[in-house]
């Protein structure tokens, strides 16, 4: 196993490497755009990601595509077991994850897809605000949702909220 980057109550976060992406623990549940194989398959594009271990399961796995300096896209793949048994410790290490490459990165925008069944209300407790509705978004046609964290402290100057 990899070093351990993390510990988030029973969780270990670990920097995560493709091979994770076939090892979630039971069915998937996606925030982010495009399916998982293509996230394990163009692993070139992803500036960072961790794994989130419970004991043997892989629970989750979450990273950041950094598009240009101040504005980068998060997605994250979970185990329903995260949401059914441990969202509250999911949802812990995903803001607190979030929040440590915002200021890493000097982030002004971090934003990410809701597509699917994934409850809204994990976005708001991870800390992302909706922000717009993307029409026949999805592959399948349906609509998605854009969620974003907007912060001031690294706006270029002159440019205000």
């Not at 270990?12 to 549940?29: C, K």
């Not at 594009?45 to 419970?54: E, G, I, L, M, N």
């Not at 949802?91 to 994850?97: E, F, G, K, L, V």
């Not at 000097?106 to 069944?117: M, N, P, S, V, Y």
Request: glycine share 8%.
């Amino acid at each position: 196993m990899n070093d351990v980057l993390r510990k988030f109550g029973e969780f270990t976060a670990i920097q995560a490497v493709p091979a994770d992406f076939g090892r979630i623990h039971g069915d998937v549940i996606q925030l982010g755009v495009g399916d998982i194989n293509e996230y394990a398959n163009n692993w070139r594009v992803v500036s960072q990601a961790f794994t989130f271990w419970h004991k043997t399961m892989i629970l989750g796995i979450g990273g950041f595509v950094k598009f240009w300096p101040g504005v980068a896209e998060a997605w994250s793949v979970w185990s329903t077991l995260a949401g059914e048994k441990h969202k509250k410790s999911m949802i812990t290490a995903a803001r607190t994850i979030n929040n440590e490459y915002i200021h890493q990165e000097k982030l002004w925008r971090l934003h990410a897809t809701l597509e699917g069944d994934v409850p809204e209300s994990w976005m708001d407790h991870i800390g992302f605000k909706e922000e717009c509705t993307l029409k026949h978004f999805s592959r399948d046609g349906s609509d998605a949702k854009i969620f974003s964290i907007i912060t001031k402290d690294y706006l270029p100057t002159g440019v205000q909220l």
